[in-house]
């Protein structure tokens, strides 16, 4: 099966199947043209490769795999990142936790930042360009090698200096001190019907899925990184649109103070933060 040749005629065909953004990035995509060209040269033509490659493309739209797994990429940040079966695909509402991050940090110096579970390594490579000479290390986590293959990729394309090491969660992590620890862990509760529907069913589910509500993972992560929080250390967890109160009673119970929740675009708290503060007087983490 192939596309009709012609740009404009390929689109109009491909809408016809799949939603119009879509077939306007795969078309992009195989004709590694920009969406102006699209629009500006519809006349132009397409090879046979390139047809008989976009028909392929569409039909597996069509049947429900991810766009940014079709075309290999997905931008975070205004930065280009390679994702592909096996790693979580970015999305904007993570884009926040950086932001979030970042404003926590502003005129610090010598930062030690850890990124837990990182998949294609958005958090920790957003941070160490964004942070740039205020950082010291970021380190990044990730279980599955799969996805450190995209992380490490990632982090060499744009020119992050990221250490990525294969772990659950902080093992492995003993003694290490960190000002910054960020987190995008699994946190659909197990059996959310949302795991059987749209781009979740091609994703991986260890990504994904975290116990009766979810909050598995987050509660060992929470639990581990007592030992790890040098003073005035920053903790930012991105959850589910209702695990907010949850989770910080997770981080007050943890011992971490200013915990509160930010909303992302939606109006949803989907991020948690808290600080690990020495009471200077005791020596021991304020209340
Ligand atoms: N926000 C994702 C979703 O439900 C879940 C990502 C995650 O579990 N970290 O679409």
Redesign the pocket.
Known sequence: MSSPRLLGAALEWARSHIDAVDARALLCHVAACSRATLSGFPERSLTDEQSARFASLVERRRVGEPVAYLVGEREFLSRRFRVGPGV?IP?P?TELLVEEALRRVVGRDRLRVLDLGTGSGVLAISLALELGAMVESVVAVDRSSEALGYAVWNAGALGARVDFRQGDWLAGLEGYQFDLVVA?????ADGDP?LAQGD?RFEPMS??ASGPAGLDDIRLIVRALDSHLADGAWVLL?HGYDQAVDVRALLSRAGLTEVASVKDLAGIERISVGRHRIDVASGKAVD
Do not use: D, K
């Not at 995008?184 to 659909?188: F, K, L, T």
């Open positions: 979580l999305r509402e995008n862990p699994p946190y659909v949302h979740l990504a994904l991105e």
